[in-house]
T-cell receptor, first 110, second 120 residues
């Protein structure tokens, strides 16, 4: 069945450094969503990418969807302590499932 | 506009007891999804419901787990005869339109705060 894999599982950075998490699907995705979950919190929607090769920016966050629509990345420029949390990608699966990756847990040292 | 509400936020049960988790979707949302999250892990899909209908329960364990979304009232996730392995955070999410029907429009899911279930 469809799998969505994320790497790395953990990332520790110094404040001000950049951060990137990668998401790979075993099948082509019609779209991909990204969510952020703060420690002890719940997932919050960040963005959805639909088009092949699409790039979207939200302030210091840059999201990319691969040309083959099987991979995606989230890049944060100059991390801040407020960026701490776990970032999940999610892709629709056949039927009604939204398949989430395992997430990348980001910690930022001040 | 209140967000997705879940209660209780924390639930402690002894092995063999029943756990009932409630979810009230956002106003105007008729699609509800339940997910389970083990510590340090991702979100695992359990079940997708619309009012009075279970659409997809392929992620739900075959035994002890059931879900409903009645015409009136919240969606309920019920776990009978809980075991220690059921300890997890259970999140409910809602959307106004099923994401695969939304075309290229943004079709995010709105998550509730979760219920943290601890089985002693």
């Amino acid at each position: 069945g469809q799998q969505v894999m994320q790497i790395p599982q953990y990332q520790h950075v110094q404040e001000g450094e950049d951060f990137t998490t990668y998401c790979n699907s075993s099948t082509t995705l019609s779209n991909i969503q990204w969510y952020k979950q703060r420690p002890g919190g719940h997932p919050v929607f960040l963005i959805q990418l639909v088009k092949s090769g699409e790039v979207k920016k939200q302030k210091r966050l840059t999201f990319q969807f691969g040309e083959a629509k099987k991979n995606s990345s989230l890049h944060i420029t100059a991390t801040q302590t407020t960026d701490v949390g776990t970032y999940f990608c999610a892709g629709p699966r056949s039927g009604s499932r939204l398949t989430f990756g395992e997430g990348t847990q980001l910690t930022v040292n001040p | 506009n209140a967000g997705v509400m879940q209660n209780p936020r924390h639930l402690v049960r002894r092995r063999g007891q029943e756990a009932r988790l409630r979810c009230s979707p956002m106003k105007g949302h008729s699609h509800v999804y339940w997910y389970r999250q083990l510590p340090e892990e991702g979100l695992k899909f359990m079940v997708y419901l619309q009012k009075e209908n279970i659409i997809d329960e392929s992620g739900m364990p075959k035994e002890r787990f059931s879900a409903e979304f009645p015409k009136e009232g919240p969606s309920i996730l019920r776990i009978q005869q809980v075991v220690r392995g059921d300890s997890a955070a259970y999140f409910c999410a809602s959307s106004p339109v099923h994401f695969q029907l939304a075309g290229t429009g943004v079709n995010e899911q709105f998550f509730g705060p979760g219920t943290r279930l601890t089985v002693l």
